[in-house]
């Protein structure tokens, strides 16, 4: 089994990076030099203002090594990869199938299982350990929406049914998402979802985390040689890493939503770690942003069973297991997805 | 053959089809800690060039192909014997980490290294030996009609695999536990994902 690496993620603008020999070596704006050894990351992301040599792209790809470029707020600008894993026919399969209405409707129900059973029970661990400080009843009514969107699930649905239920999980689930900020309520007040740009601290959290989870992702699909653009819950759209998005939404609660949640529940972001700009978008600074990544990192090394091969793996190769198991279903090794159910 | 695959490849098809088609067909490729310290033992045999060993030749890391099986690789080392009419013959001898459990894949791996001399040489094989880390030992292959067969059935099934991307199914077996491939080929989990699935909508 591949072995967790780090991601390092740099922030500081102004930073330059460079190879020297098997290290990449991390120069400040004031000169001050770090080194790591390439062999214990497996990625590099830059927020902002990055500099990087090309002989250390050129590295990064050989030894795959995903490198992503973002701006300093997370918004994704450009990735480095190398040479792929190679596998010219699974992702001639894989192309096949999206072009596949049935074969897509297929993974897509996976995905939309995984984001709904997920979901739910993000919801259902809030109710059993907080009962008394939210609006149960507002959440048992979410929760029973999501029950019936489960019990549509148990059948084959098409392409336009699964889709149709990935609007009506995330709607309910979102209604009541705020319920479950219990720490300084006012200032992480959330009113639904917003982005470019986020226009309160919630969603300027939650799309920062996205950001994080969906370079991990797109990582992982492209070291096992799919096509991270390439869909089947959603459709093909220029610049859209259409597969990356579907494998996130299984994810997205208990990985992306649950760290923001515990970050506010537990005080490590307040309210002053944000600022709002006349348009109104929120920022957060960069404690904040610090706090966030260095949290990421820890939720990836948290230990738990995968449901499917039933072996305790951290987290953060779960996204890598996934990956392996659509290609494998892909190439028809699997007679379906399964998805990562969080329990 | 139009179309060589590495000496190796043969040896993992022989240990089991489908890791050979996850590195071959699949591009898979994962190292452990067998692979790599195979990879370390070769590389000290690799280290010496042409040498004498108690009067005997020797020639190490030696290129070699066969066009007739499809093969190209490197020897280890090919010691050079005086045959009965003063001509040297070959001896290949092939180095393996582990102990001395010679198994039809090491066999015929050396044998099928054997068959590439022969073919560049022009001349007749008989035996070599594989060299074990643990204890360091050697043991004598001969080059009989069985194995010869074997090599020459199973270059022919390997590149047809190959040639026709087919991936066989996993059979989860003994060897599952010392293949550097387990992570990839998930070998234990079966054709059960639509029970899977449901088990996790229940409510
Ligand atoms: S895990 Fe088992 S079935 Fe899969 S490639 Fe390895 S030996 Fe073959």
Redesign the interface.
């Known amino acids: 089994?591949?072995k967790l690496l780090n991601t390092l993620y740099v922030t500081s603008q102004g930073t330059y990076l460079s190879k020297d020999g098997e290290c990449v070596v991390i120069r400040a704006e004031n000169g001050q030099k770090k080194r790591f050894p390439v062999h214990v990351l497996d990625g590099i992301v830059c927020f902002g203002n990055v500099l990087c040599s090309p002989f250390l792209l050129g590295h990064c790809g050989e030894k795959g090594l995903a490198l992503s470029f973002m701006t300093e707020r997370g918004r994704y600008l450009a990735g480095v990869r190398g040479p792929q894993?190679?596998?010219v026919?699974?992702r001639r399969e894989q192309y096949r199938q999206a072009d596949d209405p049935v074969a897509s409707a297929d993974i897509a129900?996976?995905v939309i299982?995984g984001k709904?059973?997920n979901s739910r029970a993000v919801l259902r661990r809030c109710l059993r350990d907080h009962g008394d400080r939210v609006d149960a009843g507002m959440l048992e009514r979410a929760v029973c929406t999501l029950?019936e969107c489960?019990?549509r699930?148990?059948t084959p649905v098409s392409l336009d049914e699964a889709r149709g239920m990935e609007g009506q999980a995330a709607g309910a689930y979102f209604a009541v998402f705020g319920q479950m900020v219990l720490q300084d309520e006012e200032a992480f007040s959330f009113d639904g979802r917003n982005r470019r740009p986020p226009l309160d601290a919630v969603n300027c959290l939650l799309s920062f985390v996205y950001t994080l989870l969906a370079h991990d992702v797109r990582s992982a699909l492209e070291a096992?040689?799919l096509d991270p653009q390439v869909g089947f819950l959603h459709r093909d759209r220029p610049g859209r890493p259409g597969l990356a998005l579907d494998v996130m939404e299984e994810f997205r609660s208990f990985m992306a939503d649950r760290l923001v949640l515990s970050l506010i529940n537990r005080g490590e972001v307040r309210a002053r770690g944000f600022v709002t700009k006349e348009s109104g978008a929120v920022f957060m600074d960069d404690d904040t942003r610090k706090t966030v990544l260095t949290a990421w990192q820890k939720r990836k090394q948290d230990e738990a069973m995968h449901?499917?091969?039933r072996e305790r793996i951290p987290l953060g190769l779960a996204f890598h297991v996934q990956a392996?198991?659509i290609a494998?279903?892909i190439?028809g090794?699997?007679?379906?997805?399964?998805?990562y159910?969080w329990k | 053959m139009d179309r060589t695959l590495p000496l190796s490849a043969l040896q993992h098809y022989l240990y089991c089809p489908r890791q050979c088609a996850l590195i071959h067909v699949e591009k898979v490729w994962a190292e452990n800690r067998f692979t790599a310290e195979g990879r370390l033992l070769h590389l000290r045999a690799d280290s010496g060039s042409a040498g004498r060993r108690g009067g005997v030749a020797e020639d190490r890391a030696v290129p070699i192909r066969s066009d007739r099986l499809g093969l190209y690789g490197v020897a280890d080392v090919v010691e050079m014997r005086p045959g009965p009419d003063g001509r040297e013959i070959p001896y290949p001898v092939e180095y393996k980490r582990g102990s001395p459990k010679v198994e039809d894949w090491d066999r015929a791996q050396l044998c099928a290294q054997a068959m590439c001399l022969e073919e560049m040489l022009g001349a007749v094989i008989r035996d070599g030996a594989i060299f074990y880390g643990k204890p360091r030992r050697r043991e004598r292959v001969v080059f009989d009609t069985p194995l010869r067969s074997l090599v020459e059935q199973s270059c022919r099934d390997m590149h047809t695999m190959v040639e026709t991307a087919q991936t066989p199914p996993a059979t989860h077996g003994k060897r599952c536990r010392g293949c550097s491939l387990k992570g990839a080929c998930m070998p234990k989990t079966g054709q059960d994902v639509e029970r899977y699935l449901l088990k996790g909508l229940e409510p």
């Not at chain 1, 090794?333 to 998805?339: R, S």
């Open positions: 089994m591949k894993s190679g596998n026919l699974l129900r996976s299982a709904v059973v029950d489960a019990r699930l148990q096992v040689g449901p499917f091969l392996q198991l494998r279903s190439r090794d699997l007679d379906g997805y399964p998805p159910y």
